[in-house]
């Protein structure tokens, strides 16, 4: 009896997959590419990446810092973290760079650590170069300070 229950749950999935496969109408399918799926389009060029050194207003309360250089090349792996050559307690005196939170130091039960935290070793993973981009998409963001003034400015 199960082998039936078994076939008869994969026959419908195979009939539940073969159904979706064919409900997309093949117009929306290449909305995104803005081209044909048979046409090989010509990837638009690479962004340069923002190398001021001058640090970005943060939008919100606990937003990870942007990073405000170019980051090309950098090595961060299980045995170097180039990023900490500057922004290490011990290096900020000569690179003049920002040194990372204390929290990057804690542990998950908030006991602090003489090293960084494998939980904050890869910086990349919340911290991001920018782009000299145009927005792909309208953004109508409003920061906090914004909606307290607003406020403010009505009463």
């Known amino acids: 009896m199960k082998t039936g ?3 008869s749950i994969i026959a419908l999935l195979g009939v539940s997959v073969s159904v979706m496969a064919t409900s997309v109408p093949e117009e929306k399918i290449d909305t995104l590419r803005l081209a044909p799926i048979s046409e090989e389009m010509t990837p638009p060029a690479m962004q340069a ?3 001021t050194d001058v640090k970005q207003v943060r939008n919100y309360p606990m937003q990870p810092p942007v990073i405000p250089h170019k980051i090309d090349g950098y090595q961060i792996d299980l045995k170097v973290n180039k990023c900490m050559q500057c922004h290490a ?3 900020t005196g000569h690179s003049q760079a920002p040194m990372v939170s204390v929290t990057h130091y804690m542990d998950r039960d908030n006991n602090f650590l003489a090293d960084l ?3 904050r ?3 990349t993973q919340c911290h991001a170069p ?3 981009a145009k927005l792909l998409v309208e953004n109508d ?3 906090i300070d914004h909606l307290i003034k607003a406020k403010a400015a009505k009463h």
């Open 121 to 123: 070793y890869f910086c």
């Open 49 to 51: 990446v923002i190398n």
């Open 130 to 132: 920018q782009l000299d």
């Open 117 to 119: 935290t494998p939980r």
């Open 5 to 7: 229950k078994l076939l």
């Open 141 to 143: 963001f409003v920061d």
């Open 89 to 91: 307690r011990t290096s």
